[in-house]
Nanobody, 121 residues
């Protein structure tokens, strides 16, 4: 079955950097788009970035992270990354790896367990 496991979260000072990883299994990784979402406490989960298949459309980003976050993938290792630079307090959230329903072809979304990112001022 589909499994998505995030890692790399933690506590960082404002202006610092973190790299999140998402390890995927249970589906044909190199043929699927993937996304990162985040959920700030008390708010709805929001789309952060989407990466398409290698050689396909360029990644897309939320306006709030454009120019600071970079999503990438390593198809051989079945990993997706989110490089987060110049982190700000408002980036504090739980970050989730997502296989979208439209990419999975099964009619449902798949989610990891999430990893906490906390940015201190």
């Amino acid at each position: 079955q589909v499994q998505l496991v995030e890692s790399g979260g933690g506590l960082v000072q404002s202006g610092g950097s973190l790299r999140l990883s998402c390890a995927a299994s249970g589906f044909t990784f190199n043929k699927r788009a993937l996304s990162w979402y985040r959920q700030i406490q008390g708010k709805e989960r929001e789309l952060v970035a989407t990466i398409y298949t290698t050689g396909g459309a360029p990644p897309t980003y939320a306006d709030s992270v454009q120019g600071r976050f970079t999503v990438s993938r390593d198809d051989a290792k079945r990993l997706m990354y989110l490089q987060m630079d110049n982190l700000q307090e408002e980036d504090t959230a739980v970050y989730y790896c997502n296989l979208p329903s439209w990419a999975a072809g099964t009619g449902r979304d798949y989610w990891g367990q999430g990893t906490q990112v906390t940015v201190s001022v």
